[in-house]
């Protein structure tokens, strides 16, 4: 009879743990994907482009956290052409871009960009537009395209505030805040150039 080799290694079992770490590695990924933060939905509508020759309205939610502090703003749609970020504007962020303009005077559209993260050329009128349907801007005299302020936004806002509103989940980035979701600019056309022919 042949005797066993008693020094022969044998294959130590694998660890219990090594599949769930993985598993738990895939569930922790998973769980930070679809992470969410709840908020109160207080407002759903639609605001008319301010395009002489836009077709369609920009369709937009105004929310406030759980603890209703703040207000944010986010459009959510565009009947027609054009890219927009969806993020939720901070009101405090639109109100510092009011505050930079001078008080009385009409402003373009443009001095609202810096309330968003995203980059899309059409955000800051786009949100120009949520604003005027507000009540919050209204129409220059010398320039329909510029702006002025009109409202009383701490009226608004209190006005706003005091709406039950419907309570929703939205997701969460990496750094905890709802999820900003920029639609991505049309790539511009490269133009080819010839090469110049050798003169002889």
């Known amino acids: ?10 294959s130590a079992p694998e660890p219990s743990g090594a599949i769930s770490d993985q598993s738990g590695t895939a569930d922790i990924n ?43 703003i986010s459009i959510t749609g565009n009947d ?5 970020s969806r993020e939720l504007v901070p009101f405090p962020k639109v109100e510092a871009c009011l505050a930079k303009c001078e008080a009385g ?5 443009k001095a609202l960009k810096d309330a968003f993260v995203g ?16 009540g919050l801007l209204g129409a220059a005299l010398d320039a329909e395209s510029k702006h002025i302020a009109i409202g009383d936004v701490e009226g608004w806002k209190t006005a706003l505030l005091a709406e039950p509103g ?7 980035t990496g750094n905890g805040k709802a999820e900003t979701s920029t639609e991505p600019e049309p790539t511009a056309k490269k133009t080819l150039s010839l090469p110049r022919k050798k003169q002889q």
């Open 1 to 10: 009879m042949s005797k066993s080799n008693q020094n022969e290694p044998t």
């Open 30 to 72: 998973q769980s930070e994907a679809t992470a969410t933060t709840s908020y109160w939905r207080l407002k759903l509508a639609t605001a008319n482009k301010l395009g002489k020759r836009a077709e369609g309205g920009i369709h937009y939610q105004i929310v406030t956290d759980i603890n209703r502090h703040d207000l944010l």
């Open 80 to 84: 027609s052409g054009g890219y927009f």
């Open 105 to 109: 005077k009409a402003f373009p559209s």
């Open 119 to 134: 980059l899309s050329s059409n955000n800051a009128g786009f949100l120009a537009a949520i604003l005027r349907s507000e």
């Open 166 to 172: 419907t309570q929703i989940e939205l997701p969460n």
